[in-house]
């Protein structure tokens, strides 16, 4: 796979998986796999600067934004910290952080890091005014109805608090173990799922459209970073020390130290004494104590070059192995799961865990009956990583190894296993009920349908009444088959048919990502929507032109062929066509003018006056084409503050001209 390639994949995966982190709360990998795959994009990013996009994951902070709330922009940006798992990156961000300061002497604020949700609190007059989780750190949710529930954040400060008149702390909201463990025994009682952990808990919990089930909950908050405009203490420690003051709950167990050694002390004791707390904690966050020398030091685009978070290690615990399942997801991938003695991990029990593979399943040399060791990665996904041998007993012979399945377990069909890909896949995607759900299930979900009202238990419940076998049976649901004999489901019923009906409004580059093609992700899909324009366009084209769209390759591309060339598949097209969807895609921009006719611009720097989309929206509206990368085809570079090197000698090397932004607007008659 090329680089390119690699970036690409790199960066819808992450995409998805901030989607599943921040949105769903429902994260499908381990923090320290998704930081994994972050710092490989970022390192492929650098040596390929031609190939930056602004929307990539690396260039943001993760969203957790809700259409159920109001969206309010941060008066400062909310960003995230970079995350380390090792003594040794440890001690390069402290080498870094001297050299920063010139060899300085600097202390360093050591503090839990809980595992909760990041929100920000607005005071005016020693009144709380406002509570705003972090959203993409750009903008968040305003859950104030839902903070003023919890009662360690105080509503008002008292009237002799010598606090600013207006100031901004932030912090993190969380679920105590003991609040947990009671939310999920009620749960289990009412035959309702269960929360993963604290976290997905407090964050499903501050999400709640009741502020009455959010105060039964029993939230609770630590404190940990005070804004003001006016300067109120000259270190993060004085600065925890005035939020105690004023009444805000801070964390207990800081520490200040002086030497690399008392870091890696603090470090080594929380590692072995965070069990204790009432709370759940994943790690260490490390703050160079002075805010001059805060100051000093600066921001990256997405995180202080102050600060940095150290993550525990996974915890590990053994148990016994009593069985191994398998499971068929969307897109036919079957995913095998072990199911084990319940044991206690990170807080929870575990009863089941990822086997993730055939090629997994093998290496471990798993029977029924082993003793497997399990491990929560980032204390949230557990997967067995090792077996006891040395506990296997007689009756533990080779007639109990686990091999993996040949046929699905939902519908029969023998399995097939791709060149290249460690998953086995059920071929049977008109039939097999888990990816008929999965493909409803995806259909419907933000980024493609974006249908409200329309949740994974009623799709379940549909597909078993037989009312629904694909997603174009959405659009022929009436309002009496979802409100009951009875009519108590009529309000809702009426909602559902209302999404589904204002879903006809979406575009087609979406619609196109609906349709569940394999390996076609939003990227792709708006793509192939700008470049063909409609569906009948698109089913036309052959191999040779789809790979003539940026970023489409042939792997894409004969994906998208052979989804074509189903004739299920050209059936559901043309029903879904018929209820009225979106298949031709509007252009994205209204044309201004000619300026820019036939030409291929790259982008390529910061800017002043618009922002790089504003030049890339500005570019097509003039007739040009915004592209990524730099060839003999570019007509010139518009060309920023701080262009990448790379790009710079290859415009020369290929005797591309470079256009400033000022020439830019004289080009287009903006600055006339």
């Known amino acids: ?54 929307n990539s994951p690396t260039q943001r902070v993760g969203s957790d934004l809700s259409q159920d709330f109001k969206q309010v922009q941060h008066a400062r940006p909310m960003l995230s910290l970079g995350n ?67 009662r360690s954040i105080p509503l008002t400060l008292p009237a002799d608090c010598p606090c600013p008149q207006q100031f901004e702390i932030r912090g993190e909201v969380l679920m105590p173990w003991h609040s947990f463990d009671k939310l999920n025994a009620q749960r289990e009682e009412q035959g309702e799922q269960l929360f993963a952990n604290p976290r997905n808990a407090a964050s499903g919990t501050l999400k709640s459209k009741s502020s009455a089930v959010v105060a039964r909950r029993g939230l609770d908050a630590y404190l940990y970073y005070l804004l003001a405009d006016e300067q109120v203490a000259g270190t993060q420690a004085e600065c925890m020390d005035k939020a105690r003051a004023w009444g805000f709950q801070t964390s207990q167990h800081t520490r200040l130290a002086h030497t690399l050694q008392e870091i890696y002390d603090y470090i080594d004791y929380w590692d ?64 095998p799961v072990a ?8 807080g929870t029990m575990v009863r089941r865990a990822s086997l993730h593979n055939a090629d997994i399943i093998a290496s471990l040399d798993l029977h029924i009956g082993d003793m497997v060791y399990v491990e929560k990665a980032g204390e949230i996904i557990p997967q067995v990583t090792g ?19 040949t046929h699905c377990p939902e519908c029969g069909t023998p399995l097939v296993r791709y060149p290249g890909e460690a998953a ?81 409004e979406v575009p087609f580059s979406r619609v196109l990502y609906a349709l569940g093609i394999r390996f076609v992700g939003k990227v792709a899909a ?7 324009g409609s569906a009948e366009a698109l089913a036309q084209a052959s191999l040779e032109e789809m790979q003539m769209v940026e970023g489409v390759g042939q792997v894409i591309a004969g994906s998208v062929r052979q989804w074509f060339m189903v004739e299920e598949n050209r059936q559901l097209l043309a029903r879904l066509a018929e209820a009225g969807l979106q298949m031709q895609e509007k252009p994205a921009t209204e044309a201004v003018s000619d300026k820019l006719a036939g030409q291929s611009v790259v982008i390529s720097g910061t800017f002043d006056h618009h922002s790089r989309d504003e030049y890339k929206a500005l570019i097509e509206a003039h007739g040009g084409k915004s592209v990524g990368s730099i060839s003999k085809r570019t007509s010139f570079i518009l060309m920023g503050h701080n262009m990448g090197p790379s790009k710079l000698e290859k415009a020369k090397k290929e005797n591309i001209p470079l256009v400033t932004e000022e020439e830019f607007r004289r080009m287009i008659g903006e600055t006339e």
């Open 1 to 54: 796979m090329t680089d390119e390639a690699r970036i690409k994949e790199l960066r819808e995966a992450l995409h998805a998986h901030n989607y599943n982190y921040y949105v769903k709360s429902a994260p499908t990998i381990s923090d320290q796999e998704f930081d994994r795959l972050l710092a490989e994009l970022a390192d492929l990013e650098a040596r390929h600067p031609e190939l930056y996009d602004a």
């Open 84 to 150: 380390t798992y090792s003594r040794a990156d440890v001690a390069a961000f402290y080498n870094r952080v001297s050299e920063g300061l010139g060899g300085a002497p600097f202390d360093v604020f050591c503090e839990l890091k809980f595992d909760g949700l990041s929100i920000s609190l607005i005071y005016e007059n020693r009144c709380l005014v406002r509570a705003v989780t972090r959203g993409d750190g750009v903008q968040g949710d305003d859950v104030t109805a839902n903070i003023r529930t919890i």
């Open 272 to 335: 072995v004494h965070r069990s204790e707390l009432p709370v759940a904690t994943d790690g260490i966050v490390l703050k160079v104590n002075a805010l001059a020398q805060q100051q000093e030091l600066g921001y990256t685009s997405k995180s202080p070059r102050w600060a940095i978070a150290y993550k525990f290690q996974a915890e590990r615990a053994c148990t016994r192995l009593l069985k191994v399942t398998f499971q068929v997801g969307r897109t036919g991938a079957v995913t």
């Open 339 to 346: 199911n084990m003695e319940p044991v206690p991990l990170a």
């Open 387 to 405: 077996v006891d041998t040395a506990a296997r007993t007689a009756e533990i012979d080779e007639s109990r190894r686990v091999t993996f399945i």
């Open 424 to 504: 086995h896949y059920c071929p049977n995607a008109a039939t097999c009920p888990p990816q008929i759900k999965g493909k409803i299930e995806h259909f419907i979900s933000r980024d493609a349908m974006n249908i409200d009202s329309l949740g994974p238990e009623t799709v379940a419940d549909l597909y078993e009444r037989r009312l629904l076998r694909n997603v174009a049976d959405l659009y022929a649901l009436r309002t009496e088959q979802l409100s009951g004999t009875d009519g108590k489901r009529q309000r809702s019923a009426e909602k559902l048919i209302a999404g589904i009906a204002k879903s006809r």
């Open 526 to 532: 708006k793509a192939l929507a700008a470049h063909f």
